[in-house]
């Protein structure tokens, strides 16, 4: 049973990332019915520890510690700053003797470099996923998620997921109940949907061709309407295949693929935007009907609309234009 933790401070480390840490397995809930864990913030060297903020934070205890400790914690930390060899053994060890090890956000490439991560899934921040692939090759970073579990190694991607991927390991080892405990306290869902995919920015794919150029610009203004390859290629002045196979080689993707992502960028803005019902968004966008609009937003995003719109929606209903927000 998960009794005790050691959250390592790292130098130039994230406060956020560090306080998801300290906030989930640092505090005494059991007036509430919550667990409480052994807590320890430990170090490398005791003393200052310097954040990316400006700020330290002060540090009591070496690794003794996490070399016993049930879970051993590492938060976001800068990336390409040189690991410490001796945390990277803590890691190594806990991984051995079968200990949980949570990274936070950028906290993966430590783990990385630790050697943990090979062979196995893992993911980080969406902005850092394609840089983990290249620098540990031989693991496998899924971008998509807000934490990934393989074995007892589980890392969160950027910042809040880390809640959820600390979370997670509560309510694995102590139950649904415990983990619910935590999250009302900190006035979080307990568990969210979907990954970090409707959080990523994605722009519209830059054409090097003039010719291409024009069409896509095209495309973009009539995504309301029936775009076939073979209207596009007649605009392009080409014949369907050299379309598509032109259009591969410009873009990275073929045209059904390339259409249908933005019309998912343009519902995501009519989702955040407007009050538009999901019908009216689904004709708006293209997709026809709402429940094609579903399974596109499901397959891509891992979420819904209406729990995209939740999330992302401006327009928020209030009453007599004050918005109230209740906690429960």
């Known amino acids: ?8 401070a790292l130098d130039q480390m ?25 807590f320890h913030v430990v170090a490398a060297d005791p003393g200052p520890i310097s954040t990316k903020l400006g700020f330290d934070v002060v540090v009591h205890e070496n690794l003794d510690f996490a070399y016993r400790a049930d879970l051993v914690a ?9 690991p410490d060899e001796r945390v990277l053994d803590v890691i190594r060890k806990a991984v051995e003797r079968g200990a949980w090890v949570l990274s936070v956000c950028s906290g993966a490439f430590t783990l990385g470099h630790a050697g943990v991560l090979a062979g196995r899934r893992a993911t980080t921040h ?12 031989d693991t496998i970073v899924d971008p998509d998620v807000l934490f990934v579990q393989d074995e007892k190694v589980v890392t ?34 307990p568990q969210r949907d ?16 003039d010719s291409f150029a024009t069409v896509t610009a095209w495309m973009l203004e009539h995504l309301d309407e029936d775009l076939t390859v073979d209207l596009l290629a007649r605009k392009a002045l080409m014949s369907p295949r050299t379309f598509a196979r032109r259009f591969r080689a410009e873009t990275g993707t073929t045209p059904n693929a390339w259409l249908n992502r933005q ?36 397959k891509v995003l891992q979420t819904t609309p209406t729990a995209y719109r939740r999330l992302f929606g401006t327009r928020a209903e209030s009453t007599d234009d004050v918005l109230v927000a209740r906690t429960a």
């Open 263 to 298: 019309r998912l960028l343009r519902a995501q803005q009519l989702l955040e935007e407007t009050s538009l019902t999901l019908e009216e968004v689904a004709r708006e966008t293209g997709f026809g009907a709402a429940a094609v609009m579903r399974h596109h937003f499901v």
């Open 156 to 189: 969160g991607a950027g910042t809040a997921a880390g809640i959820d991927a600390a979370l997670h390991i509560v309510r694995t080892e102590l139950g649904a109940a415990a983990a619910n405990i935590v999250a009302r306290r900190m006035v979080v869902p």
């Open 194 to 209: 979907g990954g970090q995919s409707q959080f990523i920015q994605t722009p519209v794919p830059e054409c090097r061709t």
């Open 126 to 137: 969406w902005m850092y996923t394609d840089l983990m692939a290249e620098t540990f090759p």
């Open 14 to 38: 994230a406060p956020f990332e560090f306080g998801v840490v300290c906030e989930v397995f640092g505090i005494d809930r059991s007036a509430q019915g919550g667990p409480t864990f052994d």
């Open 1 to 8: 049973m998960l009794q005790s933790v050691a959250c390592i």
């Open 74 to 82: 590492v938060p976001a930390s800068l990336i390409g700053s040189e």
